[in-house]
């Protein structure tokens, strides 16, 4: 059974090009399930699109699975959410490392006013879960992380807010370990996905959802993650 899918640009987390040792979790995940259901082949996983055309052609049909969506309302909405998430990671704040604010809680950005401007990057389901708590600076002004930390080390934003395992790897990709620390204070945990399109093959995502569930129950799949440093960690308190 052939199914269309695609790479994303912009997130060596997922797909890192290149990188025969660790070319993306969500590049290993298909190898896997391919590797479990031989009956499965996907294709354009080699392609890479940046979040927003992607998330289109997902709901357009134009391509009948991806693997590795952060679940908000609306992307449940648009799409087919397959279970067992990929992983579950927390998100951090990153910072100058010259910048020594220590921020706990999102009430005291708020304080900050323009000072407190967070950088998105654009299309990230972070955008309008920011947006949404109300009296916070957002910036989604360009679509990378890594174009979002340069923001960030102009002083053009005061933070930059996503998943802390993305955050790390571009941190050491760009090697920016010198101007950029991560907060200690680790925020809300969010699940990612195999998100599939709403006109996809029924037999296509059982098929998908039971190698996922084999995957979780051999413990391939947390060897993957713990590869990739996604192993869950215990829930905040803030």
């Not at 790479?7 to 890192?16: M, P, R, V, Y």
């Not at 100058?96 to 000072?115: C, H, M, V």
């Not at 790390?168 to 090697?175: H, P």
């Given at each position: 059974m052939l199914a269309r899918t695609s790479?994303?640009?912009?997130?060596?987390?997922?797909?890192?090009p290149g990188n025969a040792a660790a070319p993306g979790l969500s590049a290993e995940v298909i190898q896997a399930v391919q590797r479990i259901d031989p009956t499965l082949k996907f294709v354009g996983q080699d392609?890479?699109?940046?979040?927003?055309?992607?998330?289109?052609?997902?709901?357009?049909?134009?391509?009948?699975?991806?693997?590795?969506?952060?679940?908000?309302?609306e992307r449940a909405a648009k799409h087919l959410v397959l279970s067992p998430p990929l992983y579950s990671q927390f998100t951090q704040l990153a910072v100058?490392?010259?910048?020594?604010?220590?921020?706990?809680?999102?009430?005291?950005?708020?304080?900050?006013?323009?000072?407190?401007?967070?950088g998105v990057p654009r299309g990230s389901a972070y955008v309008d879960q920011l947006k949404g708590l109300g009296g916070l600076n957002v910036d989604d002004g360009v679509a990378s992380v890594s174009s979002t930390l340069?923001?960030?080390?102009?002083?053009?934003v005061r933070f930059v807010f996503y998943g802390s395992a993305v955050l790390?790897?571009?941190?050491?990709?760009?090697?920016l370990e010198a101007?950029?620390?991560?907060?200690?204070?680790?925020?809300?945990s969010v699940?990612?996905?195999?998100?599939?399109?709403?006109?996809?093959?029924?037999?296509?995502?059982?098929?998908?959802?039971?190698?996922?569930?084999?995957?979780?129950?051999?413990?391939?799949?947390a060897a993957i993650q713990e590869k990739y440093e996604l192993r869950a960690l215990p829930s905040p308190r803030n």
């Open positions: 790479g994303q640009s912009d997130n060596l987390l997922k797909f890192h392609v890479m699109r940046p979040l927003r055309r992607l998330e289109a052609d997902l709901a357009a049909g134009k391509i009948d699975v991806f693997f590795g969506l952060v679940r908000d309302s100058r490392s010259d910048d020594p604010i220590n921020i706990k809680t999102f009430d005291e950005i708020r304080q900050l006013g323009r000072a407190g401007i967070i340069q923001k960030l080390i102009a002083g053009r790390r790897k571009y941190i050491q990709e760009d090697g101007k950029v620390r991560l907060l200690p204070t680790r925020f809300n699940d990612v996905f195999v998100m599939a399109a709403r006109t996809a093959d029924p037999q296509l995502v059982l098929r998908i959802e039971r190698a996922l569930e084999r995957l979780r129950a051999s413990g391939e799949l």
